[in-house]
């Protein structure tokens, strides 16, 4: 037998014995419990708009899938990471409106088609960047440095 036939068989073993044995994860996400949850939330922070964080596939449950259930509902916006993330649920026909809160290079934030997005910015020298291009609309969300001293504007 020739070694690299040998070898092949080898390999195509151990990838077998790797997935027989890797543990399979399922997450289930209940409507019911999501809308009852954001409604407690809700309630406790009074006359204060609510907006459900779905950054980083939403926390692992699903970027499109709790997006889906929870566009249904008056929501004042999502809020998630990155740009990507944004092109995903508009993709995917998510109309409530978005808030792009990690960095976004001012080239995709002036170059931006998506309807109903805003951006936040943390940094005066991006802004400038921005506002020196009038003919662009785009929303945008000051981040303004309350005490963390991790991102955005001195107040």
């Known amino acids: 037998m020739k070694p690299r036939v040998w070898m092949r068989g080898v390999f195509r073993r151990l990838r077998a014995q790797r997935y027989k044995y890797q543990r399979q994860v399922q997450?289930?996400?209940?409507?019911?419990?999501?809308?009852?949850?954001l409604k407690v939330f809700q309630r406790i922070c009074g006359n204060v708009a609510v907006a459900p964080v779905l950054k980083?596939?939403?926390?692992g449950h699903g970027l499109?899938?709790?997006?889906?259930?929870l566009d249904?509902?008056?929501?004042?916006?999502?809020?998630?990471?990155?740009?990507h993330e944004a092109l995903?649920?508009?993709?995917?026909?998510?109309?409530?409106?978005?808030?792009?809160?990690g960095f976004t290079p001012s080239e995709n934030i002036l170059g931006s088609r998506l309807h109903n997005v805003a951006f936040m910015v943390g940094d005066l020298e991006q802004l400038k960047t921005l506002a020196t291009h009038r003919q662009s609309q785009c929303r945008l969300?000051?981040?303004?440095?309350t005490g963390l001293h991790r991102h955005g504007v001195a107040p």
């Open 27 to 37: 997450v289930n996400v209940s409507r019911s419990a999501l809308e009852s949850n």
């Open 56 to 59: 980083s596939n939403a926390y």
């Open 64 to 69: 499109v899938h709790v997006a889906r259930i």
């Open 72 to 83: 249904t509902a008056e929501r004042p916006f999502f809020v998630v990471d990155g740009y």
């Open 88 to 101: 995903i649920l508009r993709n995917e026909g998510i109309r409530t409106p978005l808030l792009v809160m």
């Open 141 to 145: 969300h000051l981040k303004v440095d």
